[in-house]
C-alpha cells in the first residue's frame, strides 16, 4: 500500500445533517412501487408524490435550509396541506424547470403531463387559525400517452422544452407553448424506460432501460437512437447521469449476479472506461453529479452517501455521510442556490419514512472570503434557446452564473483578461476533425513546461510541430520573453528563487552587467525580468483555457455532425427496409 495520500481539496468533505425543527416532519409519501426519487427541488421549492386518495397528488412546500427554520412556516406538517391534485392516477414524477424556480411538471399513471406555477401567496397564513388549504390547479395539461408516464425532465438550455417517458417505450419532446402535439418523438426501447439525462448543452439524451441497454438520442433528430450498448447485466433497476462538460456518462445498476455496480462510458462510441462494484445491497443506486467532479450515490433504503471524486478516468472514493435512517428517495439542490458562505459545495433533500432532512455536503474551510476553487460558475437559471430555436437546430451553449459576483455569461465566453493575439484559432478547429481527439491529451502538459520557457526557449519549436494545426500562434508570444539574448540566465536563476550570487561572478557569467558602467543597475534587470515570466505564466494558462473551452466545443460540433449522420443512416435503413416490405 502506498504511503502517499492523494492530494485533493475535498477530501475532508462531510455531510451536515439539519436539525430536526429545520427539515419538515408528518410527510406522507407515495406507496407506488415506481422507481423515481419521489422528491424534486428548485431555488424556492420542493415537491414530493404525495400519497392521497381520490386520485394522483403531489404536494409543494417552501425549500427548507440546513442551517436554519423556515420562516413563517410549520416544521410539523399539518394533516390536511394544499396539495397538487389533477392528476386521476398516482403521480409518478416531478421536475423544476432550471429557468423558472416556480414552474413544475408532473407525470402520473394516468398518462398526463401537467404543468403547475406556484404563487408566492399560496403559503400565507398557514398554520393561522382562520386558514383554508386550497389546493394548485396546473396551467397547462398534456395527454401525454394512452399508459403511464413515468418520467419527466426539463431541458437544460432551453426554454419550455420538456421530455416526458411513456409506458409506450417513447420519449417525447414538447413545446409547451404549443402542447397540441410532441415536436420530436424518440423511439427503439425494448422495454420499461428507467431513466433519463441531458448533456450541459441539451443537444444529446442518453437512456437507461430495463432492456439492459444504455443509448445515445439526438432528441431533435427523432427517431432510434444513434448509439446503443450493452450496459449492467441485472434487469434491476439502472439510473443515468450526464457527467457536467466532462463528455462522461455515469451508469448505476446491477450485475447478473445482483452485484451494484457503478460505471463510467466515453460518449463519442459508449465505451466503457471504468465499472465499480459497490456491494450486494438491493436498493436502486441514485446518482447525482456536481461540477466540482464529485459523483454522489445513493442507494434506495440505504442510511449512507457515498461520495466520489472523478479524476484522470477513474473515481477515487472520497468518504461518506452516514445515517441510522433509511432514505427512500433523494434530491440535489440547483448550485447556484447554495450558501456560499458556508462552504456548502452540494445540498441533498432526503425522504424518510414521515420526514424530508436537508443535508449539507460543506468543505472545511476557516476563511471568511469567497472560495473560488472550491465554487465553480454554476447553471444559471436564464435560458440560452428559446423553445423554437431548439427544435429549428440551433445550439448555444449554458449560461452559467459566477457564484462570487452573479454575474450571468455564456460558458464559451473566455474570461475578459485573455489577450486577443490569437483571433484566427477558432476558425482554423473545425478544419481539423482528425487531430482534435488528440490535442487535450497534449494541452495539460503546456502549464508544466511555463515555468522553464525562458530558460527553454531553443526547445520549444522542437515541441511544437506535434500540435502545429492547433497552437499556431504560440511563437508569436513568446518572441515577448526572448526580447534581449542574454536574459534567459539572469530570468532563470530568480524564477527558481536561486540564492544571490557575489557580484564579480554575475559580471563574468552575464553580459549585461559587462556593458552596464556601473554594477548597481543590475538590480532593476533583474527584477523586470524576474516578473515578466508571472505575467508571461498567466497569460498562457489563460490562453490554455480559452483553447481547451474552445476545443471541447469543435468536439462537440463533431459529435454532433457524426451522430446526425447516423440518425440519417438509421432513417436510411428503416425507410429502405419498408420500401422492401412493401414491394414483397
Known amino acids: 500500500m502506498s504511503r502517499f495520500v492523494r492530494a485533493s481539496k475535498y477530501?475532508?468533505?462531510?455531510?451536515?445533517?439539519?436539525?430536526?425543527?429545520?427539515?419538515?416532519e408528518n410527510i406522507k409519501v407515495t406507496n407506488s412501487a415506481w422507481d423515481t426519487n419521489f422528491i424534486s427541488a428548485s431555488g424556492q421549492y420542493i415537491s414530493v408524490n404525495w400519497n392521497a386518495?381520490?386520485?394522483?397528488?403531489?404536494?409543494?412546500?417552501?425549500?427548507?435550509?440546513?442551517?436554519?427554520?423556515?420562516?413563517?412556516?410549520?416544521?410539523?406538517?399539518?394533516?390536511?396541506?394544499?396539495?397538487a391534485r389533477s392528476h386521476t392516477a398516482a403521480v409518478l414524477d416531478t421536475d423544476w424547470s432550471p429557468h423558472n424556480d416556480s414552474i413544475v411538471a408532473s407525470g402520473g399513471e394516468d398518462?398526463?403531463?401537467?404543468?403547475?406555477?406556484?404563487?408566492?401567496?399560496?403559503?400565507?397564513?398557514?398554520?393561522?387559525?382562520?386558514?383554508?388549504?386550497?389546493?394548485?390547479?396546473?396551467?397547462?395539461?398534456?395527454?401525454?400517452?394512452?399508459?403511464?408516464?413515468?418520467?419527466?425532465?426539463?431541458?437544460?438550455?432551453?426554454?419550455?422544452?420538456?421530455?416526458?417517458?411513456?409506458?409506450?417505450?417513447?420519449?417525447?419532446?414538447?413545446?409547451?407553448?404549443n402542447t397540441e402535439e410532441a415536436?420530436?418523438?424518440?423511439?427503439?426501447?425494448?422495454?420499461?424506460?428507467?431513466?433519463?439525462?441531458?448533456?450541459?448543452?441539451?443537444?444529446?439524451?442518453?437512456?437507461?432501460?430495463?432492456?439492459?441497454?444504455?443509448?445515445?438520442?439526438?432528441p431533435r433528430a427523432g427517431g432510434e437512437a444513434v448509439r446503443v450498448v450493452d450496459s449492467h447485466g441485472g434487469i434491476?433497476?439502472?439510473?443515468v447521469v450526464w457527467m457536467g462538460d466532462l463528455d462522461k456518462i455515469a451508469t448505476t445498476g446491477f450485475s447478473r449476479m445482483s452485484d451494484r455496480q457503478v460505471s463510467i462510458w466515453e460518449t463519442g462510441g459508449l465505451g466503457n472506461l471504468?465499472?465499480?462494484?459497490?456491494?450486494?445491497?438491493?436498493?436502486?443506486?441514485?446518482?447525482?453529479?456536481?461540477?466540482?467532479?464529485?459523483?454522489?450515490?445513493?442507494?434506495?433504503?440505504?442510511?449512507?452517501?457515498?461520495?466520489?471524486?472523478?479524476?484522470?478516468?477513474?473515481?477515487?472514493?472520497?468518504?461518506?455521510?452516514?445515517?441510522?435512517?433509511?432514505?427512500?428517495?433523494?434530491?440535489?439542490?440547483?448550485r447556484r442556490s447554495l450558501n456560499v458562505g458556508e462552504c456548502e459545495i452540494a445540498r441533498a433533500y432526503k425522504v424518510q419514512s414521515s420526514s424530508i432532512e436537508p443535508i449539507a455536503f460543506i468543505v472545511p474551510r476557516k476563511a471568511d472570503s469567497f472560495q473560488s476553487d472550491i465554487f465553480p460558475p454554476a447553471p444559471s437559471s436564464e435560458p440560452s434557446l428559446s423553445a423554437s430555436e431548439f427544435f429549428a437546430g440551433k445550439t448555444a451553449p449554458r449560461n452559467v452564473v459566477d457564484l462570487s459576483s452573479g454575474a450571468n455569461y455564456a460558458s464559451s465566453v473566455p474570461p475578459p483578461t485573455i489577450p486577443a493575439a490569437i483571433p484566427t484559432i477558432p476558425a482554423a478547429i473545425p478544419t481539423i476533425p482528425a487531430a482534435i481527439p488528440t490535442i487535450p491529451a497534449a494541452i495539460p502538459t503546456i502549464p508544466a513546461a511555463i515555468p522553464t520557457i525562458p530558460a527553454a526557449i531553443p526547445t520549444i519549436p522542437a515541441a511544437i510541430p506535434t500540435i502545429p494545426a492547433a497552437i499556431p500562434t504560440i511563437p508569436a508570444a513568446i518572441p515577448?520573453?526572448?526580447?534581449?539574448?542574454?536574459?534567459?540566465?539572469?530570468?532563470?536563476?530568480?524564477?527558481?528563487?536561486a540564492p544571490t550570487a557575489s557580484p564579480p561572478p554575475r559580471q563574468e557569467s552575464t553580459p549585461i552587467t559587462?556593458?552596464?558602467?556601473?554594477?548597481?543597475?543590475?538590480?532593476?534587470?533583474?527584477?523586470?525580468?524576474?516578473?515578466?515570466?508571472t505575467s508571461t505564466d498567466s497569460a498562457l494558462k489563460e490562453e490554455n483555457a480559452r483553447l481547451t473551452s474552445e476545443l471541447r466545443e469543435a468536439r462537440e460540433k463533431i459529435r454532433n455532425l457524426e451522430l446526425l449522420v447516423e440518425s440519417i443512416r438509421a432513417n436510411s435503413r428503416k425507410a429502405a427496409e419498408m420500401l422492401q416490405t412493401s414491394l414483397q
Not at 451536515?16 to 427539515?23: I, L, V
Not at 381520490?54 to 436554519?68: D, E, K, N, Y
Open 514 to 533: 559587462q556593458a552596464s558602467p556601473q554594477p548597481t543597475p543590475a538590480s532593476p534587470v533583474v527584477e523586470s525580468k524576474r516578473a515578466q515570466p
Open 183 to 218: 415536436k420530436s418523438v424518440l423511439t427503439g426501447h425494448g422495454d420499461a424506460i428507467q431513466s433519463l439525462s441531458f448533456n450541459p448543452t441539451g443537444t444529446l439524451l442518453a437512456t437507461t432501460c430495463r432492456d439492459r441497454k444504455l443509448r445515445l438520442f439526438d
Open 274 to 334: 471504468k465499472t465499480i462494484v459497490l456491494d450486494q445491497s438491493s436498493g436502486v443506486v441514485m446518482p447525482f453529479w456536481s461540477d466540482n467532479n464529485i459523483l454522489f450515490l445513493a442507494g434506495k433504503g440505504d442510511g449512507n452517501i457515498r461520495y466520489y471524486e472523478y479524476e484522470s478516468d477513474t473515481l477515487y472514493a472520497l468518504s461518506e455521510h452516514k445515517s441510522a435512517e433509511p432514505q427512500r428517495g433523494m434530491c440535489f439542490l440547483p
Open 11 to 24: 477530501r475532508h468533505v462531510f455531510g451536515h445533517p439539519a436539525k430536526k425543527e429545520y427539515g419538515y
Open 480 to 497: 515577448t520573453i526572448s526580447g534581449s539574448p542574454p536574459a534567459p540566465a539572469v530570468a532563470r536563476s530568480n524564477s527558481y528563487n
Open 111 to 177: 398518462g398526463k403531463v401537467m404543468i403547475w406555477k406556484v404563487e408566492a401567496s399560496a403559503f400565507e397564513g398557514w398554520g393561522q387559525e382562520d386558514w383554508v388549504p386550497q389546493d394548485f390547479d396546473p396551467v397547462a395539461r398534456i395527454d401525454g400517452s394512452p399508459r403511464k408516464i413515468g418520467q419527466v425532465l426539463f431541458h437544460p438550455t432551453a426554454a419550455n422544452v420538456l421530455a416526458s417517458a411513456s409506458g409506450e417505450h417513447t420519449i417525447k419532446l414538447w413545446d409547451l407553448a
Open 53 to 83: 386518495s381520490g386520485g394522483g397528488a403531489f404536494a409543494i412546500l417552501p425549500l427548507p435550509s440546513p442551517f436554519q427554520t423556515v420562516s413563517g412556516f410549520p416544521q410539523k406538517l399539518p394533516d390536511s396541506l394544499p396539495l
Open 236 to 239: 434491476k433497476g439502472s439510473r
